[in-house]
């Protein structure tokens, strides 16, 4: 199983762009690899809970700080 946690870094993008790439990683990423897309377009909160519903994928955890949202979205193994 891979464990090693894959970042994608999409500050200063407006989505959809946040969210393709997202999808990008995971679509690249081993089963059970988990990415973590750090976004600061408020549509995220949005676009990447629906995302991961519609692609079978589990978001784990997502928080704010600073104004940059943190989402860590699963891969199914």
Known sequence: MFTAEI???AR???CPVPTLRLRRAL???PAGARVRLLADD???RIDVPHFAAGG???VVESAETDGVLSF???RPG
């Open 72 to 74: 860590l979205v699963a």
């Open 27 to 29: 679509e690249d990423a």
């Open 42 to 44: 408020p549509l995220a």
């Open 56 to 58: 079978g994928f589990v």
């Open 7 to 9: 970042t994608v870094d």
């Open 12 to 14: 200063g993008h407006r």
